[in-house]
C-alpha cells in the first residue's frame, strides 16, 4: 500500500530514477547519486523511505524496480514538471534556462484542472523547453554529443541533465534542441556550425546533450560523475 501522499523530497527522487528508466540506465542508489549530485548515505536513506512507503521495491541483485503505484506516481510528476516548463517558456515567455527550478517547485501542487488548462495552453508541444518528452514513452533514441564524430550531421535532441548552472552555460552559448549542424572536436571541446551559427561546448557538457547523428555511434545515455563547464576544472 502506498501512502496517500508523497513528499515533495521523494516526488524529487522519483522524477530522477524515472528520467533513468527512460534512459535505460540501471536504476541503482549509485546512479541517483550520480544524477543528482547527492552523497551515497543521503540517497540511502531516502530509497528506504520509497521502499516502506510503497513506491520502489528492491531486486534481488539490489537493483531498484518501481512498484506499479510508484510508476504512475512518478509519470505523473515528470509529466507536470515538463509540461509547467513549456508552459512558462511558450506562455510567460521565461527564458528556458530559468524554468527548471520554478517547476520543481510547482509541480508538487498542481490540480489535474490546472494540468489541463496547461496542456490547452501549450498547443502542439510535445516536449520541455529542454528536449523531454511530456507523453510517456516518446523519447527519441540519441547519443551523446560527445560520442559523434568528426563531420557527422547531428540534431540536438535534449539536455540530460537540467543542472541551473549547466542550463545557463547552454543558454549563453546558444546550444538548443532543436538546433542542426556538423560536427567538429578538439581535445576540450566539440562544436556544431551550420551556415548561421557555430556553438562550441566543453567534452564534459557535451556528454549530457543527446543528438540524433548521421552516422551515428550506437545509443546511449551519459552519466558523468562531474561537469565541466569551463577550461578550469572546479571542485578542486
Ligand atoms: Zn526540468
Ligand atoms: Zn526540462
Same mark, same amino acid.
Given at each position: /500500500? ?8 521523494? =516526488? ?23 544524477? /543528482? ?8 536513506? /531516502? ?5 516502506k ?5 528492491r ?9 506499479e ?8 510528476v515528470?509529466r ?13 515567455g521565461?527564458p ?10 510547482? !509541480?508538487?501542487?498542481?490540480s489535474p ?13 510535445t ?13 527519441e533514441?540519441?547519443v551523446?554529443?560527445?560520442?559523434? =564524430? ?8 535534449r539536455?540530460?541533465n ?13 546550444? !538548443?534542441?532543436?538546433?542542426?549542424? =556538423? ?13 548561421d ?18 552516422p ?7 552519466l558523468?560523475?562531474q561537469?565541466?563547464?569551463g ?6
Amino acid at each position: /500500500m502506498t501512502r496517500e501522499h508523497a513528499t515533495e523530497a521523494e =516526488e524529487e527522487y522519483m522524477e530522477t530514477m524515472y528520467w533513468l528508466m527512460e534512459a535505460e540506465l540501471p536504476m541503482t542508489g549509485a546512479n541517483i547519486a550520480r544524477a /543528482m549530485q547527492l552523497s551515497a548515505p543521503t540517497v540511502h536513506e /531516502m530509497i528506504g523511505r520509497l521502499e516502506k512507503d510503497g513506491y520502489v521495491s528492491r531486486n534481488a541483485d539490489k537493483s531498484l524496480a518501481f512498484t506499479e503505484d510508484g510508476k504512475r506516481h512518478a509519470a505523473e510528476v515528470v509529466r507536470r514538471h515538463r509540461l509547467v516548463e513549456r508552459f512558462l517558456t511558450d506562455v510567460l515567455g521565461i527564458p528556458w534556462d530559468e524554468v527548471h527550478e520554478e517547476a520543481s517547485r510547482l !509541480e508538487h501542487a498542481m490540480s489535474p484542472v490546472l494540468e489541463e488548462r496547461m496542456l490547452a495552453a501549450i498547443g502542439d508541444a510535445t516536449t520541455c523547453p529542454h528536449g523531454h518528452p511530456i507523453k510517456a514513452g516518446t523519447r527519441e533514441p540519441g547519443v551523446p554529443l560527445s560520442d559523434v =564524430e568528426e563531420g557527422a550531421k547531428v540534431r540536438v535532441l535534449r539536455f540530460e541533465n537540467e543542472a541551473e548552472d549547466l542550463l545557463h552555460y547552454l543558454m549563453d552559448v546558444g546550444l !538548443e534542441p532543436g538546433l542542426e549542424g =556538423e560536427l567538429t572536436a578538439s581535445e576540450d571541446e566539440v562544436t556544431i556550425s551550420n551556415g548561421d551559427r557555430t556553438v562550441s561546448v566543453t567534452r564534459s557538457v557535451a556528454e549530457t546533450v543527446s543528438v540524433a547523428a548521421d552516422p551515428s555511434p550506437p545509443p546511449r545515455t551519459a552519466l558523468p560523475s562531474q561537469l565541466v563547464l569551463g577550461k578550469e576544472r572546479y571542485g578542486r
